[in-house]
């Protein structure tokens, strides 16, 4: 697919995805929301991609909604809002969700601003790599509006419920560090990129398939019964076992060597 609002490129097995309005600081408008809802469950069905960092162009993760572009038509409105049941994800919601649901790690990259729908995106991402001079903000109160792109559903696996209500209350803008002390992101470097990047190659070290496990684990189980987090574990635990990437990792770890592993198995 060709893409007008986004850069995407490959490189041994991590792919990075780039919001590209950097004239617009990024702001979501209708392109922008349909071409990463068809990015992230393209991505979702390739088992050979290993890795995806999420980030913005020109300095800035997103400014948030293009009002202009949005909200100003009613035919937008209904399409980012719209859904066959009420406890489906529409395209607001997708644009975050969608990364929850891709069998493996994803890494937001956040330098300036973030704010509003961009704030809602990187909260969709395993991991959040901010700059000092990130800032972050919930800010659709400001607007009239309640947060509405699934970030509510990371949100609090991240802060307590009275942080989180305070957040989106208020609209308050966050510096980096502040953001870092609540656990909105989770590190704050001089170079995000390349913090991401080194984290991408660590974590491709391992397995897919055990890889996918421990993410499908955490966020199916995360607020579950232990009767259930327990059978996800064992049932998960013998398909890892019984595949070729199990072996394959055995090897690496006994003989000392870099064999490739096999395509991801589906776990999802």
């Not at 656990?183 to 397995?207: F, K, Y």
Request: aromatic residues 6%; charged residues 25%.
């Amino acid at each position: 697919m060709s893409w007008t609002r986004l850069l995407v490129e490959e490189k041994d097995g991590v792919v990075t995805v780039v919001l590209n309005r950097p004239d617009k600081c990024n702001a979501l408008d209708m392109p922008l929301f349909r071409e990463l809802d068809k990015v992230s469950r393209d991505l979702r069905k390739r088992k050979d991609v290993r890795a995806v960092i999420v980030r913005g162009a020109g300095g800035n993760f997103s400014s948030g909604l293009d009002i202009k572009s949005v909200v100003t038509s009613r035919s937008n409105a209904i399409s980012l809002l719209a859904k066959w049941l009420p406890g489906n994800a529409n395209m607001a919601q997708r644009v975050s969700r969608n990364w929850r649901k891709l069998p493996c790690p994803v890494i937001a990259v956040i330098e300036g601003k973030c704010w509003g729908g961009g704030i809602q995106i990187v909260l969709g991402a395993d991991f959040r790599i901010a700059a000092p001079d990130a800032e972050l903000s919930i800010m659709e109160i400001r607007w009239g509006l309640m947060p509405d792109m699934a970030g509510l559903m990371s949100l609090r696996e991240v802060v307590p419920k009275d942080v989180a209500m305070r957040l989106t209350m208020t609209g308050e803008i966050l510096e980096a560090k502040q953001a870092n002390a609540l656990n909105l992101v989770t590190e704050v470097v001089p170079q995000p990129m390349l913090r991401a990047q080194a984290l991408c190659q660590s974590i491709i070290n391992g397995s897919p398939d055990a890889i996918a496990a421990v993410k499908l684990t955490t966020n199916r189980c995360w607020h579950s019964s232990e009767r259930r987090l327990l059978a996800s574990e064992t049932l998960n635990q013998i398909r890892l076992l019984f595949g070729k990437n199990f072996l394959i990792a055995g090897k690496r770890q006994r003989q000392k060597v870099d064999i490739d592993y096999k395509p991801r198995q589906s776990f999802w």
